[in-house]
């Protein structure tokens, strides 16, 4: 990868954390950035940038959550010095922890991306009006505020965020096997709800005893969900978090994910444009990527049994499917939201340094 040229404008991205579905978005977009000429540094915790921004990782001590007050001083101590001595032109924080340090931390005024505003579980009694009300200052205090689901929330722009996985995933051929298998791809824990893909596998096992599933992902609740699988008689294969996920789409009749919060799942996005129906939540980003063409939306068992059963059909499932692969080409693009953030960022670069900051 060539060197960004002299005087090319400089972006400094700053992030909850690297790893997940959040933190490929983040390192996406400093990829991105680096990719259009942008000379780009990132900041977030742990080791967890090392391997992709070898040079240009800086550690950042977050504390775990934005309630601790002393853990974001330090936090954006750190910053400063990051700030001094990298002398960002654009400065853009993934998640609230971050832009809270930043702000504290001073120099340009940062961009902010939120993924999946919602509340967060055990927060005290009170404290979600307090951050609905935090929500709704942020966009007055930053240079521009995205949201990655459509949610309404004045202030916030929304703007489809593309899983970094779009631009090598192949528009996979019908349903093979004899098998009708439907396939769990997202995280096993909170707020995702993975027992009710079980639930309505055991359910529909009963009278479609050839049907199959596969949970692909790995988290907390993975052993209490393997434990009910086989509590209930649910044929399901649990293969933890699976780096090879165009193998199990190949599997796959149908994709599901259910959860009580989403912005536009990057699952949901990869199974549709590698030609996989959606079965999913009826919830504001997965209403805008698969409520018209290629979906089906069903938030409790019943309703998510009779989709699936829907789904047995061969030809049903790689109709679906492509009405999905289409559908997804006309939500999201490949480099989203990078057009969007250059657009943004052509405020205050390329600027002098003294121009940007405030």
């Given at each position: 990868m060539t060197s960004p040229a002299p005087g090319a404008p400089r972006?400094?991205?700053?992030?909850?954390?690297?790893?997940?579905?959040?933190?490929?978005?983040?390192a996406f977009h400093a990829d991105t950035a680096r990719r259009a000429g942008w000379a780009v540094a990132v900041a977030a915790p742990g080791g967890e940038a090392d391997a992709q921004f070898p040079d240009t990782h800086h550690v950042l001590p977050l504390p775990a959550t934005a309630r601790?007050?002393?853990?974001?001083?330090?936090?954006?101590?750190?910053?400063?010095?990051?700030?001094?001595?990298?002398?960002?032109?654009?400065?853009?924080?993934?998640?609230?922890?971050?832009?809270a340090a930043t702000r504290l931390a001073g120099g340009p005024r940062p961009f902010v991306s939120l993924h999946g505003i919602q509340p967060v579980s055990g927060d005290p009694l009170g404290y979600r009006a307090v951050r609905r009300a935090g929500l709704g200052?942020?966009?007055?205090?930053?240079?521009g505020a995205f949201d990655d689901g459509p949610n309404g929330l004045p202030?916030?722009?929304?703007?489809?965020?593309?899983?970094?996985?779009l631009a090598t995933l192949p528009r996979l051929g019908p349903p093979a096997g004899d098998r009708p298998t439907f396939v769990w791809l997202g995280r096993l824990d909170e707020p995702k709800q993975p027992a009710l893909f079980v639930h309505a596998l055991a359910d529909l096992a009963r009278h479609r005893p050839e049907v199959r599933g596969i949970v692909a992902g790995s988290g907390p609740l993975a052993g209490p969900l393997a434990a009910l699988a086989?509590?209930?008689?649910?044929?399901?294969?649990?293969?933890?978090h699976?780096?090879?996920?165009?193998?199990?789409?190949?599997?796959a009749w149908a994709v599901t994910l259910f959860s009580t919060a989403e912005g536009v799942p990057l699952s949901l996005q990869e199974a549709m444009w590698a030609r996989r129906a959606v079965v999913a939540s009826p919830l504001p980003g997965i209403r805008f990527l698969a409520e018209r063409r290629g979906g089906i939306l069903a938030g409790e068992v019943g309703s998510i049994v009779a989709a699936l059963g829907q789904l047995c059909d061969r030809a049903e499932a790689a109709r679906m499917g492509d009405e999905a692969a289409d559908e997804?080409?006309?939500?999201?693009?490949?480099?989203?939201?990078?057009?969007?953030?250059?657009?943004?960022?052509g405020r205050v670069a390329p600027a002098t340094r003294e121009a940007a900051w405030r």
């Open positions: 972006l400094l991205v700053v992030s909850d954390t690297l790893t997940g579905g959040e933190g490929a978005l983040a601790d007050g002393v853990g974001l001083w330090r936090a954006s101590r750190s910053l400063a010095r990051v700030v001094e001595q990298f002398g960002p032109d654009v400065v853009h924080c993934h998640g609230a922890r971050c832009f200052l942020v966009p007055r205090v930053a240079a202030g916030w722009r929304f703007v489809p965020h593309a899983s970094p996985a086989q509590g209930l008689g649910a044929p399901i294969e649990f293969r933890g699976c780096h090879a996920i165009t193998d199990v789409l190949a599997e997804v080409r006309t939500k999201v693009e490949v480099d989203d939201p990078w057009p969007a953030l250059a657009q943004a960022y």
